[in-house]
């Protein structure tokens, strides 16, 4: 069946992106058809179950809706991936960003950073020599489960999670790049450096949606503007 999220609307949009040569294009008309199909499902099991097969009827219901539902996703997921594949990261990165010492302990990083901040993280960063290259991310939570015996004599780069555990990457890469990883990895942020490994920005999930909303409302005020001056 030739419909999102079926292989047969994947093999439509290769078929498509074969001949039209253009995958956002390709994709659009592929999911259309799929949620055309959806409707057809939907109608003919209305019909089969006002003809007096209810079960069956029902059945062809249920799959219109699944196939509709799964093409109406499939659709939001792509439009969103379109626009954050055209935002850059340095655009939208936080570049007032609190930070802590590597050679901070545990017990004035809790008193004087998650008590008086109330954040649920901080990117550690080296002193030095290479000043301010970053090293990994503490948590409040990791900080809150040493013993209060220990966290005078512990410091940060003991309890912090690794560099090579974050994700990192430069203010050229995209949204939807930074997007992906986040979903990949589980984390709630994004760690900006440049070349040398000096922390940058950090760009969080809250922002990169927010970028989102608002190329989207862009983008439409674009059009209808295009519309009524066209």
């Not at 699944?66 to 969103?80: D, K, P, R």
């Not at 017990?107 to 000043?131: C, G, H, Q």
């Not at 990791?142 to 512990?154: I, K, V, Y």
Request: charged share 25%; hydrophobic share 45%.
């Amino acid at each position: 069946i030739p419909a999102f999220p079926m292989d047969g609307g994947r093999i439509l949009r290769a078929a498509l992106l074969r001949w039209k040569k253009d995958f956002d294009q390709a994709t659009r008309i592929s999911v259309k058809a799929g949620i055309a199909m959806s409707y057809v499902f939907m109608g003919m099991g209305f019909l089969i179950m006002f003809s007096g097969s209810f079960v069956s009827g029902m059945w062809l219901l249920l799959i219109g809706w699944f196939l509709n539902s799964g093409a109406q996703s499939y659709l939001s997921e792509h439009e969103l991936m379109r626009i954050l594949s055209t935002i850059p990261l340095g655009a939208i990165m936080n570049t007032r960003i609190i930070t802590v010492g590597e050679n901070l302990t545990i017990d004035s990083l809790i008193k004087d950073y998650f008590n008086l901040y109330s954040k649920d993280s901080f990117p550690v960063l080296r002193s030095e020599p290479d000043a301010n290259r970053l090293l990994g991310m503490v948590t409040f939570k990791d900080a809150s489960n040493l013993p209060d015996s220990e966290r005078s004599l512990t410091k940060t780069n003991r309890m912090m999670i690794p560099k090579a555990d974050l994700i990192i990457m430069s203010e050229n890469r995209k949204a939807n790049e930074a997007l992906l990883q986040i979903s990949r990895k589980r984390m709630g942020k994004v760690f900006v450096c440049n070349d040398d490994g000096k922390l940058i920005g950090v760009v969080s999930k809250t922002d990169i949606m927010n970028a989102a909303s608002e190329k989207s409302k862009y983008e439409k005020a674009a059009r209808n503007l295009h519309k009524e001056t066209g």
